[in-house]
């Protein structure tokens, strides 16, 4: 008799965990960022996003989360690599923001 084998998620989702949690955690880290350039006199370059959106953890973390499920949902998880170098350029671009005010 073969042992059954419970799972509760594919393999794809599984290695999608790293991505998920760099995008995750790369958007925080840029609504922090944005909130210390926005305080030394830089400004919101998204104009989709008022300023104090862009700089509220919580609101990127949901907002992220919610992009992070679609493409779980939708079997999409290789673009979460492409979207977490993207937001790791935001957060140097953010750095070097910073940097050039101080």
């Not at 059954?4 to 922090?32: G, H, M, Q, Y």
Request: hydrophobic share 60%; with cysteine; net charge positive.
């Amino acid at each position: 008799m073969s042992a059954r084998r419970w799972t509760f998620a594919d393999k794809e989702s599984v290695t999608a965990i790293l991505p998920s949690a760099a995008f995750i955690a790369l958007n925080i880290l840029d609504a922090c960022l944005t909130g210390l350039a926005l305080e030394r006199g830089s400004y919101e370059l998204n104009a989709l996003l008022l300023p104090t959106l862009a700089s509220n953890p919580v609101f990127k973390w949901l907002i992220s989360s919610a992009v992070v499920l679609l493409l779980v949902l939708l079997k999409r998880q290789g673009l979460l690599k492409l979207l977490s170098l993207g937001m790791l350029l935001v957060c140097v671009w953010n750095l070097l923001a910073i940097w050039s005010w101080s």
